[in-house]
């Protein structure tokens, strides 16, 4: 039983990954400005620290580093002021092919970046910022290492903050972006801006990629959940859909594609790899305790007392109040798995508190449903 809800469990965390592709940011400024840290204050330390992620050259100089569903491009040799005629050609040149290829492909969407303390932009920064944006591609200007004191920045950032703006430049929110992505250990400066540079970013990534943009980061949990509850609402459509279908038996057996993608779905939004997804799923749903029923039916059959109206056909209603239930319970689990707080020892997961976690989040939503105690 656990073997086969695995492998259909697998099947759909595959098509779901296919599905949420990837998003494509590029980030350019001088060396030193602070862009790695940037993204990794962000999205997490890069995966390719475990060797898996190496990156790959796009152009001579420019390099997407691949991290699941985020792609960073950037231009690893190349000085901005120095190198931008070669770095403009190469881009183009990417920008133009990448066009005839899937959006995930693409790049969505690029990071201007200028240390806030920097003082000065410069005609080139200006050229090249114009060039993205003639190429399609909307750039968000980013001021690194802003200090802020007493929810003051510091004034030179504020000044050439202004000085950008009055330049009517084709930029994301017409002005910069103030952050600090890092706490200095010294000063304590804490880092702040991260979540109104990701907001934005959002905003103008085309939809389809929209879900990889928000399964990348980690900042956001919100983010997180209104993605997962746009994954609910869908279910919930199929569900009802797929129950209305007048042929007894079938419904319930069609009802397990629809929620093992939608739980797949939410898994992937909070980072969840397969393994860690299977593993909770397999826990919430009890569907290694409930062995000897047949494979084929419902995991409706697995929810504490949903099976007495498993069986035979499920109205549209019950349907899409079941699936609804089990995607809000579900999001309730991953998302005590993404900020850690899943009961466990040493990283280790409870498998029983992890089952009536999700049994009573499912009971606080479907109170007719009873528990098995
Ligand atoms: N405390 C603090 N330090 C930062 C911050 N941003 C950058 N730094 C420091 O500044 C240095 C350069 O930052 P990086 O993120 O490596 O800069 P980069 O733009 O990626 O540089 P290159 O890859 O060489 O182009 C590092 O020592 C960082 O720790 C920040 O927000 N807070
Ligand atoms: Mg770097």
């Given at each position: 039983?656990?073997?086969?809800?695995?492998?259909?469990?697998?099947?759909e965390?595959?098509?779901q990954a296919?599905?949420?592709?990837?998003?494509?940011?590029?980030?350019?400024?001088?060396?030193?400005?602070?862009?790695?840290t940037?993204?990794?204050?962000i999205?997490g330390e890069?995966v390719?620290?475990?060797?898996i992620?190496s990156?790959?050259?796009?152009?001579?100089?420019l390099y997407?580093?691949?991290?699941?569903?985020?792609?960073?491009?950037?231009?690893r040799?190349?000085?901005l002021?120095?190198?931008?005629?070669v770095?403009?050609?190469?881009?183009t040149?990417a920008?133009?092919?990448?066009r005839?290829k899937?959006?995930t492909?693409?790049?969505h969407?690029?990071?201007?970046c200028?240390?806030g303390?920097?003082?000065?932009f410069?005609?080139?920064?200006?050229?090249?910022i114009r060039?993205?944006?003639?190429?399609?591609?909307p750039?968000?200007?980013v001021?690194?290492?802003?200090?802020?004191?007493?929810?003051m920045?510091?004034?030179d950032?504020?000044?050439?903050?202004?000085?950008i703006?009055a330049?009517?430049l084709?930029?994301?929110?017409?002005?910069?972006?103030?952050t600090?992505?890092?706490?200095?250990?010294?000063?304590?400066?804490p880092?702040?801006?991260?979540?109104e540079?990701l907001?934005?970013?959002?905003?103008?990534?085309?939809?389809?990629?929209?879900?990889?943009l928000?399964?990348?980061?980690?900042?956001?949990?919100?983010?997180?959940a209104?993605q997962?509850?746009?994954a609910?609402?869908?279910?919930?459509t199929?569900?009802?859909?797929?129950?209305?279908?007048?042929i007894?038996?079938?419904?319930?057996?069609?009802?397990?594609p629809i929620?093992l993608?939608?739980?797949?779905r939410?898994?992937?939004?909070?980072?969840?790899?397969l393994?860690?997804?299977?593993?909770?799923a397999?826990a919430?749903?009890?569907?290694a305790?409930?062995?000897?029923r047949?494979?084929?039916?419902?995991l409706?059959?697995?929810?504490?007392?949903?099976?007495?109206?498993?069986?035979?056909?499920i109205?549209?209603?019950v349907?899409?109040?079941?699936?609804?239930?089990?995607?809000?319970?579900?999001?309730?689990?991953?998302?005590?798995a993404?900020?850690?707080?899943?009961?466990?020892v040493?990283?280790?997961?409870?498998?029983?508190?992890?089952?009536?976690l999700?049994?009573d989040?499912?009971?606080?939503?479907?109170?007719?449903?009873?528990?098995?105690?």
């Amino acid at each position: 039983m656990t073997q086969w809800f695995t492998e259909s469990f697998r099947a759909e965390f595959e098509k779901q990954a296919e599905q949420i592709g990837r998003v494509n940011l590029a980030v350019f400024g001088k060396t030193g400005v602070g862009k790695s840290t940037l993204v990794n204050a962000i999205f997490g330390e890069p995966v390719a620290v475990t060797g898996i992620g190496s990156p790959v050259t796009v152009g001579s100089h420019l390099y997407l580093d691949k991290r699941g569903t985020l792609g960073v491009i950037d231009t690893r040799g190349l000085e901005l002021g120095r190198d931008d005629d070669v770095i403009i050609k190469e881009l183009t040149k990417a920008i133009k092919e990448s066009r005839s290829k899937p959006i995930t492909e693409q790049i969505h969407a690029a990071w201007y970046c200028i240390r806030g303390m920097d003082r000065r932009f410069e005609d080139f920064e200006e050229r090249f910022i114009r060039t993205l944006e003639s190429l399609g591609v909307p750039v968000l200007v980013v001021l690194t290492q802003v200090p802020m004191r007493d929810g003051m920045f510091h004034p030179d950032a504020v000044e050439l903050a202004r000085q950008i703006e009055a330049k009517g430049l084709p930029i994301v929110g017409g002005r910069p972006f103030m952050t600090y992505a890092m706490r200095d250990q010294f000063t304590g400066q804490p880092p702040y801006g991260l979540v109104e540079v990701l907001g934005a970013t959002f905003q103008v990534a085309p939809v389809a990629v929209q879900g990889a943009l928000a399964a990348a980061q980690e900042i956001d949990v919100q983010l997180k959940a209104s993605q997962s509850h746009k994954a609910i609402a869908a279910a919930v459509t199929a569900a009802a859909a797929a129950a209305a279908v007048p042929i007894p038996f079938s419904s319930a057996a069609m009802l397990v594609p629809i929620q093992l993608s939608m739980m797949a779905r939410i898994a992937q939004l909070h980072g969840l790899g397969l393994d860690k997804s299977a593993l909770l799923a397999v826990a919430s749903t009890s569907v290694a305790t409930s062995a000897g029923r047949a494979a084929a039916s419902s995991l409706l059959k697995f929810i504490p007392g949903a099976g007495s109206v498993v069986g035979g056909v499920i109205n549209a209603s019950v349907a899409s109040s079941l699936t609804l239930a089990m995607g809000q319970a579900w999001l309730v689990v991953c998302q005590k798995a993404f900020d850690k707080t899943l009961p466990g020892v040493g990283g280790r997961i409870d498998a029983d508190a992890v089952r009536r976690l999700f049994e009573d989040e499912m009971a606080k939503r479907m109170p007719s449903i009873r528990h098995r105690g």
